[in-house]
């Protein structure tokens, strides 16, 4: 007897397992469930470039992709400035934050034969309202900046340099 009202017990939980079980999967079978994937990304882009020149200078087109401004020339015939003006937009729905300023590793040739006005060639990245952009700044979702590169030379009057193939690279990652 003893045997049988174990078993009747042990025959009431499995019975009450089941029923919760069906009840369970009843109800997960009839809720629709509506998951919907999120991509979450930042795009950052360089649009608008437009150079300007102070002193003997010019300068040959950019080629722009993306975050980079890229094979493009400065001649410098003496003392000058060449401003390279241009947005900077994120328009991803995730904040970036810049993580490296890379300005190439440019052919300079002086002309002369001298050396030493390649060391007087300088370069600058900065926001229109003249603050530097430093690496750890934040473009948020959505919105853009105004930025200028600005690569001066600063040798004697009567020297002057040639840079070619000039690259200038921004590096952004979700912030």
Known sequence: MKKYKELKWLIIGALFLSVCG???AYISMSTALDIKEVNQ???IEILNVKS?????VTTS???VVST???NFDINFDGQG??????????SG???????NINYGNPKCTPYNNDIESCNNVSYKLTYSDGREVLTGDVINCGTHMDMQLV?????SSNSGVKLNELDFILLYEQA
């Open 41 to 43: 990304f930042w795009k």
């Open 93 to 99: 729905d995730v904040d970036a934050v810049l993580r």
């Open 81 to 90: 400035t060449a401003i390279y003006k241009f947005e900077l937009k994120n």
């Open 151 to 155: 690569i001066e030379f600063g040798g």
């Open 22 to 24: 069906l009840i369970v």
């Open 52 to 56: 300007e020149v102070k002193g003997k």
């Open 68 to 70: 980079s401004l890229n």
């Open 61 to 63: 087109g950019v080629d």
